[in-house]
């Protein structure tokens, strides 16, 4: 794990960083280290990057102390994009604009996508856990505190496959997909978790995502539905998600 | 409006009523009057009457400084009860620990409840609105602050058709129905509501819960959905609601 830059303002220092090619941002909070502090990972939506969700790192480390991270998908951000990738991102885009479903091509390519990203995140949670930065970590012996994932479409996509993987996940969110393709995964998913739902959304059929409420594993799982488009989560479902968190993950003392 | 009784511990009255018949509690903080500050209305379910909720107005009343109202349903409570209305609650029992959805009989029957409820409803509104009782309203001129309803199940019932009638309601949230007799009362409501889903509801088909939560004319509403049966929603879902009501009608200063 290689960290490439350091900024700070307002209380959160942003960490630039690079492992193993994939490049991503780790958010904490200046000063106190982040072994044993609860850590969310960050999963942008197809189209995005690393920074598309800095606005909700920041709000998990100014508001409950939390650290943040996220990472560049395939394709996406700081990172090659083959023709497939290029394909996708103006596929999805003529998708929102017509407001049709998403089609089996970009299913099969997010899947393909999924399959490379799981790795790539378990990847910096062994590099965070083994870090010898007494800066980030706090020095060798501290571990990660608790781990949440939060992460809709696209991250979804990656995300469900990654919390079906990854014992180190305690708590997640989900939403704004569904697919047959995801079913086993989610079957596999046993944490407790929160599922967003967009009642109108136009990418993904409103059954595909009940089926996929209805086959999470977790003994506790909660769906939020709410009326409206693929971008039109209300604001309030933010603050959800995080209350979500705080009450799986702990805030730190 | 005739108090009946009065009653204070742990910093909230408690005071019973009746209003043509229909009997009542209303719980308020010590000491402040009741004009201007939220009113949660709370509705009972099937078979409970209005101290079932007793715990959830004392949150309200502890928590936010709400005051908080429930009436006795017909047919329940200290109410007459009917032939009718012995045989509801015996089939609701039945149905429940059969594990089976609710009958078309037991769904004609809440119905005409609710028919003859609303009105009830209206007439406490009416009434608090009216009062002359310095202790409780604050004085003449004082008027009530802005309203909200809370009612799961045969609340719902109630509740759905009272909201869509009642301007002084501003919030409300619903659950643990839906049958197409309710669509065009919901199609009414225009207020931002939470619907509770309980996904394996053996009274309420799934299916026609979701019908109604799409049926409801307002522009915010969320579906929240856990998995559980009839008579278990998860606590947190208490506290969601709370939260949702204290966004919509504020705290008292």
Known sequence: MHFTSETSSDGVTRRGFTLEGVP????????????????????????????????RAR?????????????????????????QDERFVTEIGELLAARRPIS????????????????????????????DEPDVLGGPGRRL??????????????????????????????????????????????????????WDDELVP???SLALFGAFGSREKTLHANPGGHLEVPDFELEASERFLVRHLGIPE
Chains 1, 2 share one sequence.
Not at 32 to 51: C, E, F, S
Not at 65 to 81: K, V
Not at 145 to 152: M, N, R, S, T
């Open 104 to 131: 089996a091509w970009v299913a099969r390519h997010t899947a393909a996508l999924a399959e490379r990203a799981v790795p790539e995140w378990v990847a910096v949670l062994d590099a965070l856990d083994a870090l």
């Open 59 to 83: 709000r998990c480390v100014v508001r409950y102390g939390f650290a943040a991270l996220s990472l560049d998908a395939p394709g996406h951000g700081d990172r090659p994009r083959s023709a």
């Open 206 to 208: 409103r059954e595909g």
């Open 145 to 198: 505190g608790p781990v949440g994932f939060w992460g809709l479409s696209l991250g979804s996509v990656v995300g469900i496959p990654l919390t079906a993987a990854e014992p180190r996940i305690v708590a997640a969110v989900f939403g704004l997909t569904g697919h047959t393709a995801q079913t086993e995964a989610a079957e596999r998913v046993g944490v407790p978790l929160e599922f967003v739902l967009q």
């Open 24 to 55: 991503g941002v780790l958010w904490q909070p200046d000063g106190p280290p982040l072994g044993g502090r609860p850590l969310v990972l960050l999963g942008h939506g197809g189209g995005g990057d690393k920074l598309t969700v800095a606005e």
